[in-house]
């Protein structure tokens, strides 16, 4: 294709420029300054006698659009010259000017001629001339046609049509003669916005009238536009109107071209809203019409009347999706709920411990600590009848209780918990209920808020294959946790991920939870106990044991029950727990931790995440010196279960085990039968083994028998 | 019909095999003495010494491959029976096909399970531990007393 000339970068020959009855790509919201680059190269032509030909580059539109008109002239007769260039009629002449400059070699402007007024252009402005065309014209500017001149044009209009224009005659020759028309393409901007394509065939209605419709039978097919802002709905019109019927549009947004197609070939701009999309073919035709209404690009909502288009569009919630307009089940994936299963959760938050102690409280205690309170526990002196004792007995004749009976609990924890609980107050003595014991040597943590968790570290899970095999039921993964146990975990939650595995403790049971967390996202969490509880010199030795041996880890089974004789019930954990009036005992099932009954007293209630609920103990315990008098003796039975302070035998970090199934490849299996594939493409780009799940086969000189051999052999695999 | 040529050669390779390997034994002319379809030939040619390896031809006229059986008549001729290879014939044409390939050697999705790989029967067990852990001791505030009172 010669190149005649340039518009932007795009090369447009003067022969096979059609007559443009599309969109154009330039696209020109008003009001801007406008500038097309085209440069224009003419140079001898010999004498043509032809019809002359027309280009137009623009488009009808709301907006403007430059076009350009190249007429070849040649050199018969008088009149129009160079090229015609158009805007839209309605410009205005000051909007327009024309400029005549000359440069020199070095590509400076050394004349610049401004044609009166725009050249004759001006005069065609404002509908002078119905298509709207500039026409610039030889006898105005008389430097055309030497050497190093160009023509610059620079165009401002908001609005205006432009029309097709029909062919023109005249022809004339140009020689040495370069124009450069200064319309610079790159200026254009095109607002954001949605794009919107409606076809509208059919829909049922009744015709009623016969009055005389319009003459010219028509029905809009197509409406097409961009909606920059605000909302548009469409809405039809009730009845038949004038032979036509209707689709209105109610918007408060801001239009970027709307217009209407009968054939989605050529388009005009809608004129007149509501604007008619149907029209009855005969003006004697009555009775009902099967028509049918549907849409291809989604989005702008179509109601059954005015009102409901009115409402959605003037809802003052502007994400409101107009579930009730006809077409919602087209248009409602344009309109994705906001995350109906609840905000994003892309990091967990975990909680915190708020609660205080009130009458019972928790000391930190280091061994050194432990040795002064145990050893003054016995601090008696026989000789002097003084010492801890000595108090004691004075505080159990004056408040007639045992003080010892306070003593709830000692466990031993596998870490220094002071790094892992900072809401502690460093002190020298603890309190027996009501009694201050003063420590001369050491000092305990009493326990403000037992608010803290235990960041043991983070591994990272990586595949072994990246592929298939990774996962179940190729490979299984499992991890083994300290005090808590061995679980197989979903291989897929974790792959690619660094997994930080903390621990949650309840200083009061010794329970845990230990916590597997990747990326800020908790993914499992597991139940054990992880503070070994210590046998206290005055408390039941036999509840000891049998708790220590009740602790049920992930195999936990029958619960131990410990009954006294003579209806002196010690305590029963299990099935057949006895508790205090009002309270609920706790399951014995696989998986849990028993309810270990430590406390004496009325509603001491254990739970811990790693039981099922809490047993309220409100029978007083009874000593072992109180056992032993009594003759009974508890026994035990259940199977065996692991302990805490068994689990400090068992390792101390944590793991993950992958078992792999292994494949048993043959070294030829790629050669020979390839692998899965789902790939899409041409068969030209495989090579190797390649086996069909289905083609769509393009053989023009085969026969049909050929053909389906040819389709046959692909899908039973070949070899290219 | 005008004489045409017809190459004959001996191939190894499988039936589905696009680009046969083949080896050129002789070319011969000939003329079709009746109509026929391209697909299916038969033809009489004289005799040649190897003619018992010739199981593959081409003819150019017709553009296609034929897997070819050969029958001896008699001393003097033998009789040429041959099918038209479409698979290797016709690959210029229809390699522009769209596919969606089920099993491929070149284009294989490593995310798709792969049924024809057996496996081993036993497991391997791979153990990954963490680099920390609990340091159970006596040292530092690991115990916890817990005590009815102020």
């Given amino acids: 294709m010669a190149v005649d000339f340039m518009i932007g970068a795009k090369e447009c020959s003067l022969d096979t420029m059609p007559h443009a009855t599309g969109a154009y790509p330039f696209y020109f919201p008003t009001p801007i300054p406008v500038y097309i680059d085209v440069s224009f190269n003419y140079s001898v032509m010999s004498s043509i006698n032809a019809v002359a030909t027309g280009y137009i580059l623009g488009f009808t539109d709301n907006n403007m659009y430059p076009f350009i008109r190249i007429d070849r002239q040649d050199g018969h007769g008088s009149g129009y010259g160079g090229f015609w260039f158009g805007l839209g009629s309605a410009i205005m002449s000051q909007d327009y000017e024309c400029h005549v400059t000359k440069y020199d070699d070095n590509g400076t402007k050394t004349e610049d001629y401004v044609t009166q007024g725009g050249c004759d252009a001006t005069l065609w402005w404002g509908g002078n001339i119905p298509n709207g065309v500039v026409h610039i014209n030889h006898s105005t500017i008389p430097v055309i046609l030497e050497d190093n001149w160009d023509m610059e044009i620079y165009a401002y209009q908001a609005s205006g049509d432009v029309q097709q224009l029909g062919a023109w005659q005249d022809l004339k020759n140009y020689t040495s003669i370069n124009f450069d028309y200064i319309l610079n393409a790159a200026d254009e901007v095109i607002p954001d916005g949605h794009d919107f394509h409606i076809h509208i065939g059919w829909t049922n209605g009744t015709w009623t009238s016969d009055q005389q419709p319009p003459v010219t039978m028509a029905y809009f097919q197509g409406l097409r536009g961009k909606i920059t802002s605000g909302k548009m709905a469409l809405y039809r019109m009730s009845g038949i109107i004038d032979g036509k019927l209707q689709l209105g549009i109610y918007s408060n947004a801001t239009f970027y071209g709307l217009e209407t197609s009968s054939d989605n070939i050529n388009w005009n701009e809608v004129s007149e809203n509501p604007y008619t999309f149907f029209y009855r073919k005969h003006f004697n035709e009555l009775g009902t019409f099967g028509y049918a209404l549907y849409e291809s690009t989604k989005y702008i909502p179509i109601y059954g009347d005015f009102e409901k288009a009115k409402d959605w569009v003037d809802d003052p919630d502007p994400d409101a999706p107009p579930v009730d307009a006809d077409n919602w089940d087209d248009i409602s994936p344009d309109y994705p709920p906001d995350n109906p299963t609840g905000d994003p959760d892309d990091e967990t938050e975990f909680g915190e411990v708020s609660s205080r102690n009130m009458f019972s409280q928790l000391y930190l205690c280091n061994v050194s600590a432990l040795y002064e309170i145990s050893n003054d526990l016995f601090d008696y002196d026989v000789t002097t009848l003084t010492g801890l004792w000595d108090d004691i007995k004075k505080g159990l004749e004056m408040y007639g209780s045992n003080p010892m009976e306070v003593v709830q609990g000692l466990r031993y924890y596998p870490c220094d918990l002071s790094q892992v609980f900072q809401s502690v107050q460093s002190q020298n003595y603890i309190y027996f209920g009501a009694y201050q014991l003063q420590l001369q040597n050491s000092s305990v943590l009493k326990v403000i808020y037992a608010n803290g968790y235990i960041d043991l570290g983070t591994i990272a899970i990586k595949r072994g294959y990246n592929d298939w095999r990774d996962f179940e039921p190729y490979t299984k993964v499992f991890v083994y946790l300290p005090y808590v146990g061995y679980y197989p975990l979903e291989a897929r939650k974790y792959y690619g991920k660094s997994v930080n595995i903390r621990y949650y403790i309840d200083l009061r049971t010794g329970a845990c939870t230990a916590c597997l967390i990747a990326n800020g996202v908790l993914l499992d969490w597991f139940d054990g106990v992880i503070g070994t509880e210590m046998p206290i010199t005055l408390t039941d030795y036999s509840s000891y044991a049998q708790s220590q041996l009740n602790i049920i880890m992930r195999n936990a089974g029958i619960g131990i029950a410990a009954e006294g004789v003579g209806g002196n019930v010690i305590h029963k954990v299990g099935k057949n727990a006895i508790t205090s009036a009002g309270s609920a005992a706790a399951e014995m099932t696989e998986g849990s931790a028993a309810a270990t009954v430590i406390g004496t007293g009325a509603g001491v209630t254990l739970g811990a995440g790693a039981l099922a609920g809490g047993i309220a103990v409100g029978t007083a315990m009874k000593t072992t010196f109180d056992l032993m008098r009594d003759g009974t003796a508890a026994h035990t039975k259940t199977r065996p279960a692991s302990s805490s302070m068994i689990n400090q035998y068992l390792p101390q970090y944590p793991f993950f085990r992958f078992e792999i199934m292994e494949i048993d490849e043959s070294a030829y299996l790629n050669e020979l039968y390839g692998r899965p594939s789902n790939a899409s493409g041409i068969i030209g780009n495989f090579s190797g083994y390649l086996e069909v799940e289905d083609v769509m086969l393009i053989c023009p000189i085969a026969t049909d028998v050929e053909r389906q051999e040819i389709i046959d052999l692909l899908k039973s695999g070949i070899y290219i | ?150």
Avoid at chain 2, 9 to 17: D, F, M
Avoid at chain 2, 133 to 145: I, Q, R
């Fill in chain 2, 1 to 150: 019909m005008a004489d045409f040529t017809v190459q004959l050669y001996n191939t190894s390779s499988a039936h589905n095999v696009v680009h046969k390997q083949k080896t050129l034994l002789r070319t011969i002319t000939g003329s079709l003495k009746e109509d026929t379809p391209m697909e299916q030939i038969t033809m009489n040619v004289g005799y040649f010494e190897d003619y018992y390896r010739c199981n593959y031809a081409y003819i150019e006229k017709f553009h296609r491959f034929y897997y070819v059986r050969v029958l001896l008549i008699d001393g003097d001729q033998v009789r040429l029976t041959m099918k038209s290879d479409a698979l290797s014939s016709f690959y210029d044409g229809y390699k522009n096909s769209k596919i969606i390939a089920k099993r491929s050697s070149s284009n294989c999705n490593p995310n798709i399970v792969d049924n024809a790989s057996p496996f081993k029967p036993q497991p391997k067990i791979i153990t990954r531990k963490a680099n920390f852990s609990f340091t159970p001791s006596s040292s530092g505030y690991c115990y916890v007393l817990t005590m009815g009172g102020k």
